[in-house]
C-alpha cells in the first residue's frame, strides 16, 4: 500500500543501502553491460528475419489517402465536424513478413482462396521492422492518428485480419492453433469497416456468426481452438485470466497430436469458437 517514493526508501535486504539505492545500482549496471549498439533492439530486427512471422494491419491506398490528409488537416486546424468520406475499395489488409514468405502466402491464398475477400485485399510488407509493427497496431480510430507508411500507404490499425489461420497455412504452417474467445462478435472490426463505408452486406458474410462466411469459414479449418472466456473477466484479475485460460478453456480439435491436453474436447457448441451459425 505504500507509494513508490515511499518504498524507495526502505531499507533493503542488505540491511544498509535502500530500495531506492539498490534499483539504482542495478539499472547503472545495466546501462553499463547493455548499452548502443552493444546490443541492438529486436525490435530493429526485420519481421521474420529468425523465424516464420507473418502479422496484418490495415491500409488505405489511394484517394482514401489523399481524403485521410484533407482530414488530418481539418482536425488539426480545429475544424468541425471533420470529413473524411473514403471508398471502401480503397482498403486493403497488410501483411508484414518477408519478402520471400509473402510471396509463399500470396501464391497459396491465391490458389486456394481465390473467392474470398481477405485475399482478394493482400497487400504484401516486406523488408518493415518490428519498431514498424508497433508502431501501427494501436493506430486504430480513437486511439490516435493513422500512421504513413512507404508507398503511399497509411496504417489504421491492427484489426484488419483477426484470426489470420489461412495465411498460416500459405505461410507453411502444419498445424494452427487459433485462441479465440468465447461470444466474441468481432464488433470493433465491424465498426472501424463501417467508419470506412464498408457495406453492411459485406460486414455480415465477412463477420457475422449467425452465417457461414469467412470468419466462419476460418475457424473451420483451424486445427485446433483454444476457447478461452477472457471476456467474463475483469483485464486487471491476471490470476483468473490465467486459470481460465490453462485449467478451464477448452481445446476444440480431432486431431490427435493434442490428445494429452488437458481439457482436449473432440467437439463443441460455443459461439464464436465452434464453425457452428446460430449458436
Given at each position: 500500500g505504500q507509494t513508490w517514493r515511499q518504498a524507495a526508501k526502505k531499507i533493503g535486504s542488505n540491511g544498509?543501502?535502500?530500495?531506492?539505492e539498490e534499483f539504482l545500482r542495478i539499472w547503472s549496471t545495466h546501462q553499463k553491460l547493455f548499452t548502443w549498439p552493444i546490443h541492438k533492439s529486436?525490435?530493429?530486427d526485420p519481421v521474420g528475419l529468425h523465424r516464420p512471422t507473418v502479422t496484418a494491419v490495415s491500409l488505405i491506398t489511394g484517394d482514401a489517402v489523399e481524403l485521410w490528409k484533407d482530414?488530418?488537416?481539418q482536425y488539426r486546424q480545429a475544424q468541425i465536424p471533420v470529413t473524411f468520406e473514403p471508398n471502401f475499395d480503397d482498403y486493403r489488409i497488410g501483411y508484414f513478413a518477408k519478402k520471400t514468405d509473402l510471396v509463399r502466402i500470396k501464391t497459396a491464398l491465391d490458389t486456394y482462396y481465390t473467392d474470398r475477400f481477405r485475399p482478394q485485399r493482400f497487400h504484401p510488407l516486406g523488408g518493415y521492422t518490428w519498431q514498424d509493427v508497433l508502431s501501427t497496431s494501436p493506430a486504430e480510430p480513437g486511439l490516435s492518428p493513422g500512421v504513413p507508411l512507404a508507398d503511399d500507404l497509411v496504417a489504421l490499425g491492427g484489426w484488419a485480419d483477426?484470426?489470420?489461420?489461412?495465411?498460416?497455412?500459405g505461410l507453411g504452417a502444419k498445424r494452427v492453433v487459433s485462441i479465440l474467445q468465447r461470444n466474441d462478435d468481432h464488433f470493433f472490426p465491424v465498426i472501424v469497416s463501417f467508419l470506412l463505408n464498408a457495406d453492411e452486406g459485406l460486414l455480415f458474410y465477412l463477420y457475422s456468426l449467425d452465417f457461414f462466411g469467412e470468419i466462419m469459414q476460418e475457424i473451420a479449418n483451424a486445427t485446433a481452438v483454444w476457447c478461452t472466456d477472457w471476456g467474463a473477466f475483469d483485464p486487471y484479475d491476471?490470476?483468473?485470466l490465467f486459470r481460465d485460460a490453462y485449467l478451464y478453456?477448452?481445446?476444440?480439435?480431432?486431431?490427435p497430436y493434442?490428445?494429452?491436453?488437458?481439457?482436449?474436447?473432440?467437439?463443441?457448441?460455443?459461439r464464436a469458437c465452434s464453425p457452428i451459425p446460430g449458436l
Open positions: 544498509i543501502s535502500t530500495c531506492g529486436r525490435g530493429d482530414g488530418l488537416r483477426p484470426l489470420r489461420i489461412n495465411v498460416a497455412y491476471g490470476d483468473s478453456s477448452p481445446v476444440i480439435t480431432t486431431d493434442f490428445a494429452n491436453v488437458t481439457n482436449q474436447v473432440d467437439s463443441a457448441r460455443i
